[in-house]
């Protein structure tokens, strides 16, 4: 049985239609996610299809995450008040649907 991957539920719709339309989709992982997801493992996704990690990548400060430019001020400040505030890294995840 393949441990599943938790995503919030306002968020299943948009990571969807990015798998559908590029293949591939990222995800930031804070506080206690961070080292629970590892490259290469598949996990199940709570809309039901499988999802294999590509690739992840630890940074120390939001200002290094990719895309930064392209994220909310609600992002940063979410991300920023589980890792950098709290001296935590966090990790930038790609993944995408097992074949």
Do not use: N
Not at 34 to 60: H, M, N, Q, R
Not at 83 to 88: D, P
């Amino acid at each position: 049985m393949l441990e599943k991957i938790t995503f919030p539920k306002h968020e299943y719709e948009s990571v969807q239609k990015w798998l559908d339309k590029q293949g591939f989709c990222y995800t930031t992982r804070v506080y206690k996610e961070v080292g629970k997801y590892k490259a290469g493992e598949s996990y199940l996704a709570p809309w039901g299809d499988v999802l294999i990690i590509d690739d992840v990548k630890t940074f120390s400060k939001i200002s290094e995450r990719p895309f930064y430019d392209e994220m909310s001020e609600a992002e940063k400040e979410e991300i920023r008040k589980y890792s950098e505030e709290m001296g935590l890294p966090y990790e930038f995840i790609r993944f995408s649907r097992k074949d």
